[in-house]
C-alpha cells in the first residue's frame, strides 16, 4: 500500500469517527438555539376574581357558575394557568366572599384582551343576576 492510500485510509477512518460527534454537536447547538429563541414568555400578571352570591342562589347555580368561568380557561388561550375554590373563614363566621378565581397571564394585554372578549362578556351577562358583589385584584407576579 502506498504512503497516499494509507493516508486516504486514515482520513476516510477518522471522518467515519468524528461525522457522528459533529452532527450531535451541531445538533445541540440547533436546540439551545431554538430554546433560547422561542421561549414564550414567563407568566407575569395575576387576577384574582372574587364572588359573592345572591342570598338563595342554590348549590347547583354555583356549581355552574364554576364550571362556566372554568371554561374560559379551554376557551382562551392567553390564560396560562386558572384555578378556583371557594373560600373560607373561621368557624362560626361566614367568609366576605364565596368563591375565588386565580388567573394567571403573560402580559398586560393578554389581561385586557380577556377582560374584552366575546367569552368572558357572555360568561358575565349569563351569570351577573347572581352576585351580589366581585372583587377584583391585579397583581404583578415578581
Known amino acids: 500500500m502506498s504512503e497516499i ?8 477512518s477518522l471522518l467515519r469517527y468524528l461525522m457522528p460527534a459533529m452532527a450531535l454537536g ?6 439551545v438555539a ?8 414567563k407568566a407575569q400578571k395575576q387576577r384574582i376574581v372574587c364572588f359573592k352570591f ?3 342562589i342554590s348549590a347547583e347555580a354555583i356549581k ?4 362556566d368561568f372554568q ?13 378556583a375554590g371557594e373560600t373560607f373563614g373561621e368557624e362560626n363566621s361566614t367568609a366576605e366572599y364565596d368563591v375565588m378565581h386565580y388567573l394567571t397571564f403573560r402580559t398586560e394585554t393578554e389581561v385586557e384582551k380577556f ?3 366575546t ?6 351577562k349569563a351569570n351577573k343576576a347572581k352576585w351580589d358583589k366581585v372583587l377584583v385584584i391585579n397583581s404583578e407576579i415578581k
Open 5 to 12: 492510500q494509507r493516508k486516504q485510509v486514515v482520513a476516510q
Open 26 to 31: 451541531i445538533f445541540a447547538f440547533l436546540m
Open 34 to 41: 431554538y430554546g433560547s429563541a422561542y421561549t414564550p414568555p
Open 54 to 56: 345572591k342570598e338563595g
Open 64 to 67: 355552574q357558575h364554576m364550571s
Open 71 to 83: 371554561d374560559l380557561k379551554r376557551q382562551m388561550p392567553e390564560i396560562a394557568a386558572y384555578s
Open 115 to 117: 377582560r374584552e372578549s
Open 119 to 124: 367569552q368572558y362578556k357572555v360568561f358575565e
